[in-house]
């Protein structure tokens, strides 16, 4: 019933920026946890980032650690992840998944917005 809903993909050049945007279908919908993983073609789906609410607490993949940061509104309606410094391998489909609780996996994921670094 509940799906993800991304947006904010786009083609941009190595080193600039773009901020992606998550919400859930069911506006009622609180998750305990949401994150994001990207798969490029040919390739497995990696972890990006995640934001866990009832512990305030967010991680980020290695890969992207310093240059990617995941947050949400006041509301928590929306999740964002703000990418810069982008580079060439960070071209993929990015999902948004939500995690019920943390004993759960991420059982509701979006279809994918793609982001797509020029060099």
């Known amino acids: 019933q509940v799906q993800m809903v991304e947006s904010g993909g786009g083609l941009v050049q190595a080193g600039g920026s773009l901020r992606l945007s998550c919400v859930a279908s069911?506006?009622?919908?609180?998750?305990?946890?949401v994150g994001w993983f990207r798969q490029a073609p040919g390739k497995e789906r990696t972890f990006v980032a995640s934001?866990?609410?009832?512990?305030?607490?967010?991680y980020y993949g290695d890969s992207v650690k310093g240059r990617f940061t995941i947050s949400g509104d006041n509301t928590r309606d929306t999740v964002y992840l703000q990418m810069n410094s982008l580079k060439p391998e960070d071209t993929a489909v990015y999902f948004c998944?939500?995690?019920?609780?943390?004993?759960?996996?991420?059982?509701?994921w979006g279809q994918g917005t793609q982001v797509t670094v020029s060099s």
């Open positions: 934001i866990v609410w009832m512990e305030d607490m967010t």
């Open positions: 998944a939500a995690q019920t609780s943390r004993s759960q996996a991420y059982d509701y």
């Open positions: 069911t506006r009622t919908f609180n998750p305990y946890a």
